[in-house]
């Protein structure tokens, strides 16, 4: 360790070959920590959080050898007025401004939003502007959070994390600023659930506390989703992977002690067109009275998978059909993507270009041309050669080399496509992606395999065109569903 610390100084590393007993621990440290700043080593800590074995002493490494805010440039971020960069040193003296990273609740206090601040000072009692909504938050009380102990403190300065206490609408990932001086800073990415389990409480007793344990859970995870399936009348909470679902059931027991019983898991399947498609839809109701009428021509084709929903575009010039009813058309649409055409599952993208239309001057309305736009959607989508795609898993195993070539093939079996082999320590790495649906009950198949010794980490990738034969049988399975 002296010796790969001593690399990265050079006065050390005269001292190292000189004397290595010479160097003391102050010079070691310092020399870490310098090389931890520049990027070029990650320092090791071994202990058990669950044993509270190591734990003070890795603290005690985090506050010697990790970067303080003062070591490291301002935070980046944009002016949402005029969309201009902006950035905030880590001074008391600047503008606050910080990032909400994580919602919790506590019996006790209620909702509690960690935040980190950048710049500035936030005092209790104050006011905040939340960059996403537009809205002052007040914060009334903040705590700093020690394991299972709040200190309530009066205020929070650049570079310090806390909890804050009385806000009504703050998610993860939005930027608190000085309403004066408004920035949004780099949010995080939540990637969309790819599986999902039908979830139903035990006893009538449980059902208002399950819907309450669900909204709490939402609020804390933004990859955790909540929906309720209208054909089947169930509630499905969707997720990154079994395990993320097994955790929340587990957690609706333990801390919401709400008892459900659980589905099999589903995968989220999506569906996309992949072909371009002409079409002309009346809609004409008369029953008595003022009647409906609606009159569109469109073009249906692919969207863009890297700007996910619905892009429209109005063609019509004069007044073909009146500008007050073409944002009915756009959100017939956009509604209509939520359920697709071949086995109900959404669209993460389409394009829809309005090329003429007709109207009545009284039997037409905004209704009307809403209904039209699902009722093109519904004919045309069949003839534009839509395709179910399925999630893709970007899977890391590492597993001894005698048992390389039995996980190799248990992967082929599962319609993994191999993306490389590579060594660490001492055991042989495979990379690869896999389809979501081929990967239920791996980790237990795995351990069997390799008795054992080889584990896994699985992560969303992509979405794919799903097989022919797969979607097949996907696309039967749910019709079935419908009809029983």
């Not at 990415?189 to 669900?214: C, H, N």
């Not at 037409?364 to 999630?391: G, H, M, N, V």
């Amino acid at each position: 360790m002296l010796e790969a610390v001593a690399e990265f100084d050079d006065t050390l590393l005269e001292k190292f070959f000189e004397d290595s007993e010479s160097l003391t621990e102050r010079e070691v440290l310092d020399a870490l920590r310098a090389a931890c700043i520049a990027g070029k080593v990650v320092p090791m800590m071994c202990g058990s959080a669950f044993k509270n074995k190591g734990v003070q002493a890795m603290l005690d490494m985090v506050m010697e050898i990790l970067p303080s805010p003062l070591d490291i440039e301002g935070i980046d971020g944009t002016n949402p007025d005029t969309g201009e960069p902006e950035t905030r040193q880590p001074k008391f003296e600047e503008p606050f401004a910080g990032l909400a990273f994580k919602i919790a609740t506590d019996p006790f206090v209620g909702r509690l939003c960690f935040t980190r601040v950048y710049s500035g000072t936030l005092e209790s009692g104050s006011y905040v502007l939340n960059a996403r909504t537009g809205k002052k938050e007040r914060i009334s009380r903040i705590f700093q959070m020690h394991s299972n102990k709040q200190n309530q403190v009066d205020v929070l300065g650049a570079g310090d994390i806390g909890a804050l206490v009385g806000f009504k609408d703050i998610k993860t990932g939005d930027t608190l600023c000085n309403e004066k001086h408004p920035i949004v800073l780099e949010s995080m990415d939540f990637p969309e659930p790819v599986i999902g389990l039908a979830i139903e409480p035990k006893t009538q007793a449980d059902l208002d506390k399950l819907g309450v344990a669900l909204g709490k859970l939402m609020e804390e995870d933004p990859t955790f989703q909540v929906k309720s399936d209208e054909e089947t009348g169930q509630t499905v909470i969707s997720g990154m992977g079994e395990l993320h679902l097994d955790i929340i059931c587990d957690r609706l027991r333990r801390e919401f002690k709400v008892e459900v019983n659980q589905g099999a898991p589903q995968v989220s399947y999506k569906e996309a067109i992949t072909g371009t498609v002409d079409h002309r839809e009346i809609y004409k109701k008369q029953s008595g009275g003022r009647g409906k009428f609606a009159d569109i021509v469109v073009t249906i084709e692919p969207g863009d998978d890297e700007k996910p929903g619905l892009i429209f575009e109005n063609l019509i010039k004069g007044g073909n059909v009146p500008k007050e009813f073409i944002p009915s058309v756009e959100k017939g649409f956009k509604e209509a993507m939520e359920n697709g055409v071949l086995a109900g599952y959404p669209l993460d993208s389409l394009k829809v270009t309005l090329k003429d239309g007709s109207f009545h001057a009284v039997d037409s309305d905004q209704l009307s041309f809403e209904l039209a736009a699902k009722l093109a959607y519904r004919t045309a989508l069949p003839k534009a050669k839509p395709i179910l795609k399925e999630p893709i898993m970007k899977l890391e195993v590492l597993t001894p080399e005698e048992n390389m070539g039995d996980v190799v093939g248990d992967l082929n079996r599962r319609r993994g496509v191999m993306e490389g082999m590579g060594d660490r320590s001492g055991a042989k790495v495979i990379k690869a992606k896999v389809p979501l649906s081929e990967m239920f009950g791996y980790v237990t198949q795995l351990r069997t395999i390799t008795s054992g010794r080889a584990t896994s980490t699985m992560e969303f990738s992509h979405f794919a065109e799903a097989p022919k034969n797969v979607a097949e049988e996907v696309i039967a399975k749910v019709k079935g569903k419908i009809e029983a």
